[in-house]
């Protein structure tokens, strides 16, 4: 979205301070991830779309944690603690505190709710600056309404209150409007409020929708907009509601980038995180996790069966049942099936890393290729390289890590092992099964020549009463036959 003037007369306020029992973990709720990111972000990103002039997050459980997470996404946010007294008014009351001067309006979100976008709050906020309501709140209708707080209107359509629903009559209970959590306030009647609201319910909280009644009460507007898609407002409690929010980002984020130009094959499959960017004609195919900061250039093709993380991608790459992270992965460059990138890999333009082949802290030069069944590690290679079958960088000697420099248009043969620290000059080569200990000079063919062996019968004599040795002694057998026929004959 498009960055929006700075509004001085908003503020947001974001309630991060609950336990979330239900999540049943060690981690706090509002930092559990969908999309790439922890709740909390996908609405700390939402308001930054608003351009508030003012953003308090509000935190209480595992308060280091979050107020780490929060100010790591963004550090112009102010971050306050709620203390003892426990409920969501009284979070709201103590992040006024930390703007004692501000005067305007002020938007209440929670951290639990990470789908709600920023044309829905643009749009509550202009309604209710146009009514001139002291409160306009978000709600919605749901089939089912348990667990959330009612909206409760006068005969003629107006709010009256919010009642939870642990203190709700069994007619208040049937009720399909709920309170969506989600909150403008004129910033001076909410101040005053506040101070009134008591702890006399079942959960013995500060209940910010109390003030609902109290404004209400005192003569003043109170108004809700009831949005049309129920999804923005779905608040995560335990870990069932975590994944259909994350399957409902993931939707929203796939046909994003289908409408940008992307062909996605299969969505349901597919999952794509809200940090990751597909340029247009990019092809994902089923079964592929493009995830955290990862951006795939046009016309590369991703997939099947491929997960990468926070890499880059080029233009026309082709990337096939692959898993990678943090590698660069070159224009035209082509990876898979069956590879694994790890981080410092650089592949670069028209290059090859093929079927099972590991690569880690390494750069392979514009149009080389590692095609099979090789490992390599802490290697930088030159342009027009080709490693045979089973070529392996041994860049560990049991104390540190060495590197291995290979030049440019380096031929090696089938089954290499280069043992690092090791330099293999431009145009060098290798002869099949070599174990390169010392640096080969441009040029040059390196080879490791033993005379081959055989040890006639060694079979039969060490490993008598096997398959093995009955199957040599039959074609020995067979052979002598031959041999004396033919002498026979001749």
């Known amino acids: 979205m498009t960055q929006n003037p700075l509004d001085s007369s908003l503020a947001v306020v974001i309630l991060a301070a609950g336990q979330g029992t239900r999540m049943r973990s060690t981690l706090p709720k509002v930092l559990h991830r969908i999309g790439g990111r922890p709740l909390v972000g996908h609405v700390l990103d939402t308001a930054r779309d608003l351009a508030p002039g003012h953003v308090v997050v509000v935190v209480r459980h595992e308060r280091d944690q979050v107020a780490e997470a929060v100010q790591g996404i963004s550090d112009e946010v102010v971050v306050v603690d709620q203390d003892e007294i426990p409920g969501t008014g009284r979070a709201v009351e103590v992040a006024l505190a930390a703007l004692p001067e501000f005067t ?37 209708v749901l089939p089912d309404a348990t667990g959330y707080g009612r909206v409760i209107r006068t005969t003629d359509g107006a709010v009256e209150r919010i009642v939870e629903q ?24 909410l101040r005053a409020e506040l101070a009134r609201v008591g702890v006399e319910n079942a959960q013995g909280e500060k209940y910010l929708t109390d003030v609902i009644g109290l404004v209400r009460g005192a003569g003043l507007a109170v108004t809700a907009s009831v949005t049309t898609d129920v999804s923005l407002t779905l608040g995560v409690n335990d870990r069932a509601q975590l994944a259909e929010a994350g399957r409902l980002l993931n939707a929203r984020t796939v046909r ?18 809200v940090t990751a960017t597909l ?13 955290r900061s990862t951006a795939v250039a046009a016309g590369a093709v991703i997939g099947p069966d491929t997960t990468l993380e926070d890499c880059e991608v080029g ?28 981080p410092g890999t650089v592949l670069s333009a028209n290059g090859k890393i093929g079927t099972f082949v590991e690569t880690k802290n390494s750069t392979i030069g514009e149009g080389s290729k590692v095609p099979h ?82 040890i006639e019968g060694w079979v039969e004599n060490h490993r008598s009463g096997t398959a093995a040795a009955d199957a040599a002694a039959r074609t020995r057998s067979a052979q002598g036959a031959d041999d004396g026929a033919q002498e026979a004959n001749g």
Do not use: M
């Open 104 to 140: 305007g309006d002020v938007l209440v979100l929670s951290g639990d709710v990470p789908l709600l976008d920023a044309d829905t709050l643009t749009g509550l906020i202009r309604d209710h600056r146009s009514s001139g309501a002291a409160v306009t709140l978000l709600s919605a």
């Open 166 to 189: 642990k203190d709700a009559s069994a007619a208040e209970i049937a009720v399909t409007e709920i309170n969506a959590g989600v909150y403008v306030f004129q910033g001076p009647t």
């Open 256 to 273: 994003r980038w289908q409408l940008a130009g992307a062909s996605i094959q299969d969505p349901a499959t597919t999952w794509i995180d």
């Open 279 to 291: 340029a247009p004609d990019v092809t994902v195919l089923p079964n592929t996790h493009i995830l």
């Open 315 to 342: 233009e026309n790459a082709t990337v096939r049942r692959t898993d990678a992270t943090l590698a660069v992965i070159g224009a035209g460059a082509t990876v898979g099936p069956f590879a694994y990138l790890r």
């Open 373 to 454: 069944l090789s490992y390599i590690g802490d290697t930088t290679i030159g342009r027009g390289v080709n490693l045979g079958a089973g070529a392996i960088t041994a860049n560990y000697d049991d104390i540190a890590k060495h590197r291995t420099e290979i030049g440019d248009e380096v031929h090696s043969g089938s089954h290499n092992v280069f043992v690092a620290p090791v330099r293999i000059g431009d145009g060098a080569k290798t002869g099949a099964g070599a174990v390169i200990r010392k640096d080969v000079p441009p040029g040059a063919l390196a080879l490791t020549v033993a005379p081959q062996r055989n």
